[in-house]
Each structure stands twice: as C-alpha cells, then as structure tokens.
C-alpha cells in the first residue's frame, strides 16, 4: 500500500530536491549547460542584499502570524466548544477558508483589500474608522498578507476542536466539586491537557509561514510596495524564472531550508521549555 506514496514522493520530492543541491554549485540560465562555480554562489548569498531583505520579512511575518493563526484557532475552538445550536455550521464555516484553492484565495482578498472599493474599507469607512491602503502603503502591506494566514485557521482548528472534545470530562467534574472555577479549569486543566497540540500546531506553522507564502505575495503585492513584502519564496522564484539565475535560485532555497529547519529547532527548544514549565507547575 505504500509503494504508490514512496514513488510518488522520490519522483516528486527526494529526486528534484537532490537536483537543487547540486544546481546550486553552479551558474544555469536553463538556455546553456550548467557551469560548475563551486561556492561562488553561496558567498554571493551572504552579501546579496535582496535575500537578507526577504529573510527580514519572513521572518517577521512568522513572527506576527504563527501566534496569531495557532492562537485564533484555540479561542475559537474554545469558543464553538461551548456553543450549543448551530456549532456544526460555525464549525464548517471557520473551516472554510482552508478548502479555497491558494489563487482563488488571494485574488478574493485582492478585491477586500482594495483602498477604494473594497469591502474592508468600505465597512471601516462606515464605522468612521481610518482606511488604510493596505497592499500599497508599505507600513501595512505586510499586514494584510499576515491577516489573510490569520482567516486560513481552518485546519488548526479541526485538531484542536477534535482534541478538546476528547478531553476528559470526569477531571473537569472533580475539579468543579474541589471549587475550581472556570478560569482555574482552562489554567490547570485544558491549558496542559492541549499543551501537545498546541505545540504540534505552533512547529507545523513555524514550516508553513516561511515556506508556503508564495501565492498571496505574488497575486496580492508582488513583493512590494518596494520590498516591503518581499517574501523568500516569492525572492527564489524571481531570481529563478524572472532573472533566470536558477543556479543562484537554487543556492536561495537551500538557504531558506536552512534557516527553516534553525527556526524549527529554536521553536522546539523554547515550546519544550514552556511544556516543562507547564508540567513542573
């Protein structure tokens, strides 16, 4: 029964990652035959000032949006648990945005976003609020790409809704028969009891804000206003297929896996030391 996935993922996965580990020791334009430079095209990396501007951002974004998406979806998780009629239907609604294809997603928040007639200003407008130009002011621009992976919480929040159906309920029983109220229940009880999750989620969201950002900072910025919103990905696949240095591309992706898998491990090391603190309490 595996033997379809392996081959789908050496064809697919292992053997063109294989091929960018060795393109990235060489000069390609994809019209010549490669030329073999050695570490040239990793010693341009530590002074290309484009990439350390894209990892700046990157950074930056999944510093805003890896608390707010794995957050957003716990408290709303909570909140349907509680809910009574029609938690199926809020359910499948906070779930939705996931199941939009990537390009339908962000052409529908280019429309939200627009300054003029866009539905988000339109209704801050209504309620006297300030108006920004959200993808062209580069003060906001990063903003509204970090607000579109907020609204994509839908599949953090199956597990976590899953999970704290699972909890059990004869702990909350005993605990409400010694007076622990509710804040004293989520605090030493479904805070700890979720704690896995919640890492499982925060490791899995540390991957995709670096790496799955490409499609809304193509449709929606370009990169811009300037480089405001210039993301790794979208930095790869320029110098790939708009500069067409897919040598140096190549050297950029490996760059990007590298400071993904530093980022994972010091995300590792500081939830494992809020889990041991959460289990010593």
């Known amino acids: ?11 697919l996965v292992v053997l063109p990652s294989l091929l960018v580990v060795g393109l990235a020791f060489t000069r390609y334009d994809a019209l010549t035959p490669p030329v073999w430079t050695g570490l040239e095209n990793l010693r341009r990396l530590g002074q290309d000032r484009l990439f350390w501007i894209a990892l700046g951002n990157s950074l930056l ?73 959200w993808t062209i002011d580069p ?27 699972g909890l059990p309920g004869h ?6 028969l010694d007076g622990a109220g509710p804040w004293a229940r989520f605090r030493h009880l479904t805070l700890p009891l979720m704690l896995p999750a919640l890492l499982l989620l925060a490791a ?12 809304p900072s193509l449709i929606v910025t370009k990169g811009g206003p300037g480089y405001a919103t210039l993301l790794l990905p979208l930095y790869t696949y320029n110098t790939a297929f708009d ?16 400071i993904t898998l530093l980022v994972v ?17």
């Open 61 to 133: 974004y999944l510093a805003l949006a890896t608390p707010l998406r794995v957050g957003g979806a716990f408290a709303l998780a909570l909140l349907l648990n509680r809910a009574g009629v029609g938690q199926r239907l809020a359910s499948g609604i906070a779930a939705l945005p996931t199941a939009i294809p990537d390009v339908a997603y962000a052409l529908i928040w280019l429309v939200t976003f627009n300054p003029r007639y866009g539905p988000l200003n339109l209704l801050l407008g209504a309620l006297g609020l300030p108006t920004p130009a």
């Open 265 to 281: 491990l010091v995300g590792f090391l500081v939830l494992r030391g809020v889990s041991f603190g959460e289990a010593v309490e």
């Open 204 to 215: 899995r969201d540390l991957i995709v804000s670096l790496q799955a950002n490409f499609t």
């Open 243 to 258: 500069d067409l240095r897919l040598g140096y591309a190549a050297a950029v992706t490996w760059g990007m896996y590298a």
């Open 171 to 176: 702990l909350y029983d005993a605990a409400s």
């Open 1 to 11: 029964m595996l033997l379809p996935y392996l081959i789908g993922l050496t064809a």
């Open 139 to 165: 003060d906001t621009a990063l903003w509204a790409l970090v607000i579109m992976a907020v609204w994509q919480l839908g599949e953090s929040f199956i597990v976590l809704a899953a999970s704290l159906r």
